[in-house]
Every structure is written in C-alpha cells, then in structure tokens.
Nanobody
Framework: QVQLVESGGGLVQAGGSLRLSCAASGRTFSSYDMAWFRQAPGKEREWVVTIPWSGGTAYYADSVKGRFTISRDIAKNTAYLQMNSLKPEDTAVYYC????????????WGQGTQVTVSS
C-alpha cells in the first residue's frame, strides 16, 4: 500500500504558474510508475503525465506538453508537477497515482488538490 498526499493547488490567473506536490509513503518500492491525472467538473478523469517510479522518461498528454514538467525528490519521497503558462482549461482537481505494473490499474490515489485558472 502506498499513501499519497497532494498539495499546492490554488487560484491563479491565466499565464501563471503553480507547482503541485505529491508526498508518498508506505511501500513505494513496489510501485512501477507514477502519474498525474486531472478531472474537471462534469468531465471524465484525464491522464496528464506518467514517469517511472525509479526514474526515466516521462510521457505527457498533448494538452500539457511543453507547459508541465514532472520531477521527483528522492530524499523527500515526493513528486512535483510544475505547471507553467496555465490556461482556464487546466482548471480541475489534480490527483497523483501509482500502480504495481505496466498493465496494472492505478490503485493508489491521493485525495486531490484543486487548481483553478481564471481568465
């Protein structure tokens, strides 16, 4: 079991930046990768970015490519999502998640943090 806690959300004007944090605890060594998802009101959950838990190439959704960057601080067991050039359509609840294998479902989820981008 991995416990995840997101933080860093808030209200920002279009064009601004936010950095989200995902603090992990528990059996993090058993995780295959980590991902950020987001869900806007009335819409389905959307995948944003995935990175191997142990490090490697990150993959981004086209909607955020070039604007968002995922990173990790191994010592703090924390992942970050740096969000630049924010747009109103980025408004959503953002979640981090992990899974045990490439074909496994994401079974470990944080509680989410709200990001609101005003125009």
């Amino acid at each position: 079991q991995v416990q995840l806690v997101e933080s860093g959300g808030g209200l920002v004007q279009a064009g601004g930046s936010l950095r989200l944090s995902c603090a992990a605890s528990g059996r993090t060594f058993s995780s295959y990768d980590m991902a950020w998802f987001r869900q806007a009101p009335g819409k389905e959950r959307e995948w944003v970015v995935t990175i191997p838990w142990s490090g490697g190439t990150a993959y981004y959704a086209d909607s955020v490519k070039g604007r968002f960057t995922i990173s990790r601080d191994i010592a703090k067991n924390t992942a970050y999502l740096q969000m630049n050039s924010l747009k109103p359509e980025d408004t959503a609840v953002y979640y981090c998640a992990t899974r045990s294998g490439r074909t496994a479902a994401y079974t470990n989820w944080g509680q989410g943090t709200q990001v609101t981008v005003s125009s």
